[in-house]
T-cell receptor, first 111, second 117 residues
Framework: RKEVEQDPGPFNVPEGATVAFNCTYSNSASQSFFWYRQDCRKEPKLLMSVYSSGNEDGRFTAQLNRASQYISLLIRDSKLSDSATYLCVVGGSGGYQKVTFGIGTKLQVIP | GAGVSQSPSNKVTEKGKDVELRCDPISGHTALYWYRQSLGQGLEFLIYFQGNSAPDKSGLPSDRFSAERTGGSVSTLTIQRTQQEDSAVYLC???????????????FGSGTRLTVV
């Protein structure tokens, strides 16, 4: 089993739709969780951290389910500008902060 | 500087030559990573530095690859006897190295695009 697994997609959704991505991880001791966004031919950029209580930033909601070892990202009211690859990042167990990036899920929002 | 700086931004080299890629992390960040990303592929972990600890080199694909981090700041990734399959974007990222619920994540440089011809 891979350390971090994501569906690579692509997810093609119409503007205004709600879309959700899941990411599963294998190390139950992981402490740090993030979603990153990567635009074509650009470096990844932090979208949001994922906390145990879940967190929301505008149209974006991230959740952590430790029991089932997955994190999720929900995007409401999709915009054309949301088209990108969304990378799940997990790591930081036992004081050692090495993280593992998922392969990313490609989202294409269509007019 | 305000962000992670990488140089050069682009490098074209002949097969068999050595190359050095440089990363200047955010001041005060103790953790530094090197990744590479081939066209259309995911991020591939290469090496991780954390403070004064021994680096995690488990991702280096062969002994042609090496990296060092001097004075806990600037890092250099060296590829010897480059091969065409080394062509990729090499990304550096740094972070505060803090583990826990509040974690501000990793900031990436804009990468070095290496082309081996």
């Amino acid at each position: 089993r891979k350390e971090v697994e994501q569906d690579p997609g692509p997810f093609n959704v119409p503007e205004g739709a709600t879309v959700a991505f899941n990411c599963t991880y294998s190390n139950s001791a992981s402490q740090s969780f993030f979603w990153y966004r990567q635009d074509c031919r650009k470096e990844p950029k932090l979208l949001m951290s994922v906390y145990s209580s879940g967190n929301e930033d505008g149209r974006f909601t991230a959740q952590l389910n430790r029991a089932s070892q997955y994190i999720s990202l929900l995007i409401r009211d999709s915009k054309l500008s949301d088209s990108a690859t969304y990378l799940c990042v997990v790591g930081g167990s036992g004081g050692y902060q090495k993280v593992t990036f998922g392969i990313g899920t490609k989202l294409q929002v269509i007019p | 500087g305000a962000g992670v700086s990488q140089s050069p931004s682009n490098k074209v080299t002949e097969k068999g030559k050595d190359v050095e890629l440089r990363c200047d992390p955010i001041s005060g960040h103790t953790a530094l990573y090197w990744y590479r990303q081939s066209l259309g592929q995911g991020l591939e972990f290469l090496i991780y530095f954390q403070g004064n600890s021994a680096p995690d080199k488990s991702g280096l694909p062969s002994d042609r690859f090496s990296a060092e981090r001097t004075g806990g700041s600037v890092s250099t990734l060296t590829i010897q006897r480059t091969q065409q399959e080394d062509s990729a974007v090499y990304l550096c990222a740094s972070s505060t190295g803090v583990v826990g619920e509040v974690n501000y994540g990793y900031t990436f440089g804009s990468g070095t695009r290496l082309t081996v011809v």
